[in-house]
């Protein structure tokens, strides 16, 4: 079955980066679209990035353009989340995401959180 198992999330200082990183299993991995989402605690969840089957494209919510990379690693299954510049409004609960055969899946989450 599908499984999408994120990690990297932690507690980082305003201004510190950190990488995300969700492995995926059960599918294709080369032929889907990649996603991820966040959601702050009260807040809806939110499209943060999403990345092509290939790699070639992606998109970026506004809040985060310029600041977060999304790339993919096709011979891993594994799809990246570099953050920079953190602000503590990107503090949330971050999910990997995809649409496989009109069924979508997301992954546990992992949590980040950027205080001093």
């Known amino acids: 079955q599908v499984q999408l198992v994120e990690s990297g999330g932690d507690l980082v200082q305003p201004g510190g980066s950190l990488r995300l990183s969700c492995a995926a299993s059960?599918?294709?991995?080369?032929?889907?679209?990649m996603r991820w989402y966040r959601q702050a605690p009260g807040k809806e969840r939110e499209l943060v990035a999403t990345?092509?089957?290939?790699?070639?494209?992606?998109n970026y919510a506004d809040s985060v353009k310029d600041r977060f990379t999304i790339s993919r690693d096709n011979a891993k299954n594994t799809v990246l989340l570099q953050m920079n510049s953190l602000k503590p409004s990107d503090t949330a609960v971050y999910y990997c995401?995809?649409?496989?055969?009109?069924?979508?899946?997301w992954g546990q989450g992992t949590q980040v959180t950027v205080s001093s």
């Open positions: 059960g599918f294709t991995f080369s032929a889907y679209a």
């Open positions: 990345i092509s089957s290939t790699g070639s494209t992606t």
């Open positions: 995401n995809t649409l496989v055969r009109t069924f979508t899946y």
